[in-house]
C-alpha cells in the first residue's frame, strides 16, 4: 500500500499527488513513469513521474476517465494499492541548448526534464500551450528551472496566442538548440516535428499510447518507429519525433473510446447512487 502524503487541485480537473515510494523517489529519473492501481477491482494505469523531492515522488494527473476519477477522490492519508516504478529509460539529456515545447498536461511531464537539465548548466527554453489562462499549471516552477518561459494560451487570454509550434518556429529564427524535447497531445508532437526536421534539430517526443503491463509483454502500447515495432514502456516513452508514426498511433490511442466511456458513465452513476 502507498500513502498519499500532499494532494492539490490545480485546476478544474487536474490533480497534483505526492506518494510515499522512497525506493522509486531514489531511482526514478526525468522521462520515466510508475503503473499503478487505486484498488483490488482497478484497471493498471501509467502515470509518468513529474518530480521526487526525499522519499516522495509526484504525479499530476486529469480527472478524465473512470480510474483517474477514482483516483482524484482521494485524499491525504489515503492509501493507493500498489505503485510499481520506476519503468521505462529515462529522458536523454545530453544538450547545452534545449527548448521544451509542452502542451497541456504535457508540462507536468517535461517539468522534470526542465528541472534535471537547469540544474546541469543547460540553457532551458520551456513553451508550454494551454486554451486559455485558467487552465496554466506549474508556472512559478517552470519560472524556477528555465532561463526562459514562454506560455501560449489558443484563445490569447494569457501570454502568446497561438500554438506552441507557432512560438517555437518565432524562436527559431533567432536561436539555436541542440534539443527540443517535446510532451503533449500526438498533434501537438507531430506538429513540432515538422518544424525541427527541416532544420535537422533533434526531437524527442514522450509517447502516451495504450499501456497495460509496462514490461513489453502484452504489445499493447507498440508504435511504428522507423517503419518497425518498438513498444513506449521499454523502448521509450520517449522517441525521435521525426521517425513516429504518428497518424497510426492517434488511430491506435482512439481504439476503446467507447469502452472507456461507458466505464466511466457506470462509475459516475454508482456515485449518484451513494449520494441520493
Do not use: W
Request: one cysteine or more; proline letters at 3%; charged letters at 25%.
Amino acid at each position: 500500500m502507498t500513502k498519499i502524503v500532499n494532494k492539490e487541485i490545480l485546476n478544474e480537473n487536474t490533480i497534483l499527488m505526492d506518494l510515499h515510494c522512497p525506493l522509486i523517489a531514489q531511482k526514478a529519473l526525468a522521462g520515466q513513469f510508475v503503473i499503478l492501481r487505486v484498488d483490488e477491482f482497478g484497471e493498471r494505469i501509467p502515470l509518468t513521474i513529474s518530480d521526487c523531492h526525499q522519499d516522495n515522488i509526484r504525479i499530476i494527473f486529469q480527472a478524465i476517465g473512470k480510474t483517474t476519477l477514482k483516483l482524484s477522490r482521494l485524499n491525504c492519508g489515503d492509501e493507493i494499492l500498489d505503485v510499481v516504478g520506476p519503468l521505462g529509460k529515462p529522458t536523454d539529456l545530453n544538450a547545452d541548448k534545449v527548448a521544451i515545447v509542452l502542451g497541456g498536461l504535457g508540462c507536468a511531464i517535461g517539468y522534470m526534464s526542465a528541472k534535471q537539465l537547469y540544474q546541469n548548466k543547460a540553457e532551458v527554453d520551456i513553451i508550454c500551450g494551454f486554451k486559455n489562462k485558467d487552465l496554466i499549471i506549474l508556472q512559478k516552477e517552470m519560472e524556477a528551472v528555465s532561463d526562459n518561459l514562454y506560455i501560449c494560451t489558443d484563445d490569447g487570454s494569457y501570454g502568446f496566442k497561438g500554438f506552441v509550434s507557432d512560438k517555437l518556429s518565432e524562436l527559431l529564427q533567432e536561436k539555436e538548440y541542440d534539443l527540443v524535447v517535446t510532451v503533449g497531445p500526438l498533434i501537438m508532437m507531430k506538429v513540432v516535428s515538422k518544424v525541427t526536421a527541416p532544420l535537422n534539430i533533434k526531437t524527442l517526443a514522450s509517447m502516451n499510447p495504450i499501456m497495460m503491463d509496462g514490461s513489453g509483454m502484452c504489445g499493447c502500447c507498440r508504435l511504428s518507429y522507423e517503419n518497425k515495432i518498438k513498444f513506449a514502456c521499454v523502448d521509450g516513452p520517449d522517441f525521435e519525433a521525426d521517425k513516429v508514426d504518428f497518424d497510426e498511433l492517434m488511430v491506435r490511442n482512439n481504439f476503446y473510446r467507447q469502452q472507456e466511456q461507458q466505464a466511466l458513465d457506470h462509475y459516475c452513476q454508482l456515485l449518484k447512487k451513494e449520494t441520493e
